[in-house]
């Protein structure tokens, strides 16, 4: 058994040996990896410790007003992690993945052998994880410092809508590089687009309302509509970027 | 004596025909493939093996000389209305191919649409082999500027295993460990982008004009490095250029290239004999001569004048001097490369 | 990502959590003759209320904690201003029963032992790894 486990190990350590090089060489480079991590987190907390009470003199219940007060704490946490993510996906990764297909790096590393979609899957995934993992920090951050209780199934959901949200704009930063490749009107057309359709293109809204804003009566079967939505979403984009991906040629 | 051991190692590879003796020298292998020797002076140097020892290398340096290299079905690319290959028609199983031609005659496209970078508009190209074998060095790489020289080489030693060759490359190729690739010149650049044909055990190497930027003695040195590393693993080499004596140095075949055509095919294995090339000031007078000692000459019409292409012959040193005891002068004499004489008149001068 | 940027990055983030402490304070105007609540976050240990007048009032204060309401300070009586400490992070919900206010300053401030536990903590961890680091080099 424990050969199995070793064989496994040393397989999954040598399989895509040249791409995971790759995306280190092209992308991960000059601390993006703790960038990720640190300031879309540090930006939500920010927006989380700046946000603003209000005074009531209506009669609501007090229940229904620190629930209403909580899921704005956690709304204008999560708007700071999007700024954040949106601002370093269009600033960093976006002219990143240009200026290496036009430079010919990235034509360097697919022409020694690393496959351009297995190049493209590992940077997604680098790029989810490590934002995930800031998402994960800042959670924790307003938990504990902020004092915001949550249950596990809340966290594990909003977790999934936030990662889901993340992938979408990533996508959309991916298949907006490879229509229009320019270093400079790519990223500002992102980041125009992302300030238009925040609240829009916000796929698990519904996620985010049934459980920060019981007082909309989210039903389950919108819950379910909403990440379906998103997933068939997520899927298309994906789908669609490694179309015109594999399509685009490469300089070397 | 070194054993054969390297070629027994690709078991997994179900295509590749394995050695199983470890008791043939590499040199017969060496001789077998140049077909250097004839096949009676061979089997007689290697008299102690066994005939099915012997009939073993045999089939398999025919399997491994059979192996396609590469092939091209009518393969059409253009780049906005300009084409790069005109409906190009060519298979290969050479061990060794060189690329020669013109600027933009498309050779760097023949190299990107081997490798996939970019798609033929018509036609298919076959070219299969895995990512471990294969090192390409392209004529402009752009290696990760901000890795230092050692993290370059753990790079490739992760990718590709070990160097087999127990050489400094720091201290030989003047590269400090620590500095970074993008402040390197253009030179010890160029050097650190053929590190990797060192790494490993290399099947088939690409190179796009892999020693510009070079100093002559880096070149010489480069070259002869990679030739070793060539022969040691008997790989197979794709080599575009402008030089003659790189493609000489490298190529069984040279494929002329111009202008998205594919001109002539021109085999290197077969012995040419040497000739030289010589012009002097009196063209009847040194004829004369020629014809007196029995020399056989050939008379080219050149942008320079009228040149004799003789083959190398004792007798041409005794024409020579008695020409020059006439007061007369020999403008020049240059040996012609294999290359340049097949190439006849298009590179002649 | 290496062992050595992992232990930066938490140091990093344990001074982000001092941020709290340097949040400036609030005024909340108040409209007059109404039930008056108000719901704020604190994520400092003292909190510090200032009326803006020179007058007494009477506050309730709760605390939500996992959907039910606790209330820690019924009827408090106090003038100018009310100093409270060792407050554990949270929702907390002021009501105000005197009728007679127009504004009041809510100021956070203060940071908990534990986080400075923290910051010293990675802060001895990082240096430890920066100097072995530094050997290896050497």
Redesign the interface.
Known sequence: MFTGLHNYIQNYSESD??EK?AVK??FF???L??IL??VP??LG??FF?????????S?TS??T??EL??SR?IFSFLEGVFVGITVIIAMVQLIRWISSQS???F??W?????KREKILRHTLISTIYFSTLGVI?GFI?VF??????FGSIEILALLIATVSNIITWLLIGLILSQFIQNQVLTPILFLFLAATNLYALRPLSEVYRYFLAPQFNTTINSLMVGILLSLLLNILLFMSTLWVHK?S???? | MKGFSYLVEDEKDSKQLVLKTSKIPVSLIIDLIKKDKTFHQIKEQYSSLTEVEFQETLDFIKFENERLLFAFDSVQKTYRNVVALKKLTYKTSARSIGLFGRNGSGK?TL??LL?????PESGSVTFNY???D???V???????S??SVNKWME?LE??YGLPDINVDFEGLFDLKGDELLGELSAGRYRVAALL?IFYGKPKIIILDEPTTFLDAVMKDLVLTLIKRQVEKYQSKVIIASHQIDEINLFSDAVLLLDDGLLLAEIPMTDDIETKYSIRVSDTMEFEGVLKKNKIKYELKETRFGFMFVTPLNTKLWTATRQYLSNEKMIYSIKKIDKLQEKLGGIITE | ?RYK?IV??LF??SI??F??GF?PS?T????PS??????????SPTLELTLSQNSGVSINL?Y????N?VQIKQNLNFTNSLVLDNL????Y?LQILSSNLNEITIGNSGI?IA?IGVFVFLGLLNLYVFNKELKIRS
């Open positions: 040996k040249f090089e060489a092209l480079k000059s601390y990896k703790e991590i640190l987190m540090s907390f920010l410790l700046f946000t603003s009470s209000d005074t009531y003199t009669g007090i229940v007003q620190f007060m909580r704490l430079d010919g790096s034509g360097y697919v022409g020694i052998g690393a920090i951050l504990s410092i902020g004092g915001i209780s399509r040629e490469l300089v070397l | 760097s190299i990107k490798l996939g970078l970019i798609k895995s990512t471990q294969l090192r390409v392209p004529d402009f790489p752009k290696l990760p901000h890795y790079t992760n990718l990797p | 990502m940027n930066l990055v990093i983030i982000i959590t941020l709290p949040k609030q909340y105007s108040l409209v109404t039930p008056r609540s108000i719901i704020f976050d604190v994520t709760s939500y904690f996992g959907g309401v554990s992070p949270g929702l919900y908990y986080q």
